[in-house]
């Protein structure tokens, strides 16, 4: 709750965003590259437990990013799934179809927790989500309101946090796939993917702990390589153009 409180106000006061616009956008955007590159790697150093796998994964991904660039996320995941009999155990889970209830939690308030929670929480939020987030946004050519973002992002947080929820915050890899031109090749209805991408959040709480089963049935090796076979920029020249006259 507290650190949603910060949050808040760090938005709705402006001051988050009088530091932002210090910020080089070459660094902020090189901390989501960052990110990103840890889950590159690893899919290589997967390799060593079923290389049939990871290869025969890497192919799909490439083949039906060339084919349908839209849907080659898609179509990898099915195939990945339908490909792990034959390489990897792969247990079928028994699904648990119950909706999620929210549970209240009583807070409990202690300096402790504010100074080892809750402040590291707001500044990791802030680094590693928000500033490359933002960054991306910008670089696409769209003014992030700065001030409205992290103010009711932060709001909803506080209302939010009894129940369980520790963080509400702009997703920096989920801003950079819903902005790419694969979405929409008009930029102005590119907000149809973030609305769609809350819709399928929305519905996956709903049904926790069914996707929670089927996350825990699947094999690390299948998680790891699908989330190294992260979208790339179509417009990366234009991209790095950007870049280059804000550094």
Known sequence: MISGILIAGLGFFGIF?????????????????????KFGITVFGSLQQSWEFV??????????????????????????????????YFNIPQLN????????????????????????????????????????????????????????????????????????????ISAAVSLDAQVHPDPAKRYIAGMSCGLFYILMGFFAATLTSVLMAFPGILITVLAGN?????????YRARLSGHS
Not at 24 to 37: F, N, V
Not at 59 to 73: C, P
Not at 118 to 123: Q, R
Not at 230 to 238: A, K, N, S
Request: overall charge positive; charged content about 5%; some cysteine.
């Open 17 to 37: 965003e009088r530091i932002f616009q210090f910020i080089p956008q070459s660094l902020t955007s090189a901390m989501l590259a960052g990110m990103l590159l």
């Open 55 to 88: 290869l025969c994964v890497l192919a799909i991904y490439l083949v039906s990013k060339k084919l349908s660039t839209r849907y080659s996320i898609v179509i990898t995941v099915l195939m990945a799934i339908a490909l792990c009999p034959f390489f990897i």
């Open 97 to 172: 179809w119950n909706i999620a209830q929210p549970v209240w939690i009583t807070p409990e308030f202690s300096l402790q927790a504010v100074l080892g929670l809750a402040l590291p929480l707001v500044v990791l939020n802030l680094a590693s989500q928000y500033l490359p987030g933002l960054a991306v946004i910008k670089s696409y050519g769209y003014p992030p309101k700065v001030n409205s973002i992290l103010g009711w992002t932060g709001i909803t947080q506080a209302v939010l946090a009894p129940f369980g929820c520790f963080s509400v915050n702009l997703a920096a």
């Open 230 to 238: 992260c979208p790339v920029r179509h417009d990366w020249p234009q």
